[in-house]
């Protein structure tokens, strides 16, 4: 089985800073592209990040410039730093991954962590 479980969600102020960590576990072989998602209230989820193996990036246009995805290979985990957070930033924050299991590449989702803008 693989899990992925993320953390460092939470309430902060307009024009604060948090960086999300999602730590995938299991019977890995590979991972192949990870990302960061998000769902707000009433909205559709969107996709906010995206990082390859060899760190090729993608980002939405509402984060550009504030928000770094990055990772580390050998610990099989995905971060999310976000800085300047306005509260259109708040939503259900999902790490997703790209896993080699079993011969297979296989699409796994987290269960989410909250993040909260809020004065």
């Known amino acids: 089985q693989v899990h992925l479980v993320e953390s460092g969600g939470g309430l902060v102020q307009p024009g604060g800073s948090l960086r999300l960590s999602c730590a995938a576990s299991?019977?890995?072989?590979?991972?192949?592209?990870m990302g960061w998602y998000r769902q707000a209230p009433g909205k559709q989820r969107e996709l906010v990040a995206t990082?390859?193996?060899?760190?090729?990036?993608t980002y939405a246009d509402s984060v550009k410039g504030r928000f770094t995805i990055s990772r580390d290979n050998a610990k099989n985990t995905v971060y999310l730093q976000m800085n300047s957070l306005n509260p259109e930033d708040t939503a259900v924050y999902s790490c997703?991954?790209?896993?080699?299991?079993?011969?297979?590449?296989?699409?796994?989702w987290g269960h989410g962590t909250q993040v909260t803008v809020s004065s």
């Open positions: 990082i390859t193996r060899v760190d090729s990036t």
């Open positions: 299991g019977r890995i072989l590979s991972i192949n592209t």
């Open positions: 997703n991954a790209v896993i080699l299991r079993g011969g297979f590449w296989n699409n796994y």
